[in-house]
């Protein structure tokens, strides 16, 4: 039974009769704090406690090796249970931080991926638009380009018309002038030759007229054919000569037949008229 005792070993290392002695002291310790409580002070009597000794047993030194040593291997073993669980926990947590780092990482290369695809898609759109704005220029420019080939054209043409109508025009204006020209030098010549005439008519030389002489005169007449004066502009030398042709040219007007002729055709022509009076036709 002794040896029994000494095998049981209870939790810290007290014995078990240490063990059984405080749970008895303390079973009999509430029991008169009890009776005490349930009682009246005058009626209580005295309850003189039971007295129980503890013995105390010596332990065998080698049983108390070996419990050491069972408690140090114990010990250690609990220790290399607590390291492998602490290795376990550290391998687990180093794993999950690993599986977190590498979700996160993952996570990282996703966004980094979506936002490259975003940014390569932007780019896409981006240069789509500038293609497409560049091919609208490029459209409008060359819109722009025919409607001003158009427009050069269509000046062009206008201008050719317009060269060919002035054309028209010029060779129109040309032959009218030359049908006028021609017409007025007739005319001239026609109303030249009447005044010559009407003059030589009107003209009796004087007896001193010879052969070699020559008198200018210078006659201004009106639209009318009336006759504004006339004067000698260059003499023959023969008083009697130049009044005989003076004479001439007032008894020859008026020239009633002027009054036909355009304004513009008198006023160029006969508004002032020279006239050259020389007796080629006499004997001596």
Same mark, same amino acid.
């Given at each position: ?20 002695? !405080? ?9 008169? /704090?009890?009776?005490?409580s349930?009682r ?15 013995l105390? !047993?010596?332990?065998n ?5 070996e ?17 492998? *669980?602490?290795?376990q926990? $550290? =391998? ?11 979700a ?8 980094q991926?979506? +936002?490259?695809?975003?940014? %390569? /898609?932007?780019?896409?759109?981006e ?20 409607r001003?080939?158009?427009?050069? =054209? ?5 201008? #050719? !018309? ?6 028209r #025009?010029?060779e129109? =204006?040309?032959? +009218? +002038?030359?049908e006028?020209a021609s017409?007025?030098? #007739? ?5 030249? =030759?009447? @005044?010559?005439?009407l003059v ?5 030389r004087?007896?001193s ?5 020559? $008198? ?5 007449l009106?639209p009318?054919?009336? /006759? ?6 260059? %003499? ?13 040219v ?10 036909? /002729?355009p ?12 006239? @050259?009076? *020389? ?6």
């Open positions: 039974m002794k040896d029994t005792f000494n095998n049981v070993v209870i939790y810290n290392g007290y014995p078990l009769s240490v063990a059984v002695a !405080v749970t008895f002291h303390s079973a009999i310790l509430a029991l008169l /704090l009890f009776l005490q349930s009246s002070a005058d009626v209580m009597e005295l309850v003189q406690p039971t007295v129980v000794k503890a105390l !047993v010596q332990e030194p080698q049983v108390a090796n419990r050491v040593r069972l408690e140090r291997q114990q010990q250690q073993q609990q220790q290399r249970v607590r390291e492998q *669980e602490q290795a926990r $550290a =391998a687990e947590a180093e794993r999950q931080r690993q599986e977190q780092a590498q996160e990482e993952q996570a990282r290369a996703e966004e991926r979506k +936002a490259r695809e975003l940014a %390569s /898609l932007r780019q896409r759109q240069k789509e638009r500038m293609d497409a704005e560049q091919l609208q220029r490029e459209q409008e420019a060359r819109a722009e380009e025919q001003r080939q158009r427009e050069l =054209a269509e000046a062009q043409r206008q201008q #050719e !018309v317009r060269d060919r109508e002035r054309q #025009e010029r129109a =204006a040309d032959a +009218a +002038a030359a006028l017409s007025e030098f #007739e005319m001239v010549q026609s109303g030249t =030759a009447l @005044i010559q005439q030589q008519e009107s003209w009796s004087p007896p007229a010879r052969n070699g002489m020559r $008198a200018i005169l210078q006659m201004r009106l009318t054919g009336e /006759l504004v004066d006339v004067s000698v502009t260059q %003499s023959s030398g023969d008083p009697a000569f130049d009044r005989s042709a003076e004479n001439a007032y008894g020859a007007a008026p020239f009633r037949e002027l009054q036909a /002729l304004i513009n055709v008198f006023n160029e022509n006969f508004r002032s008229l020279s006239l @050259i009076f *020389e007796p080629e036709d006499l004997l001596n």
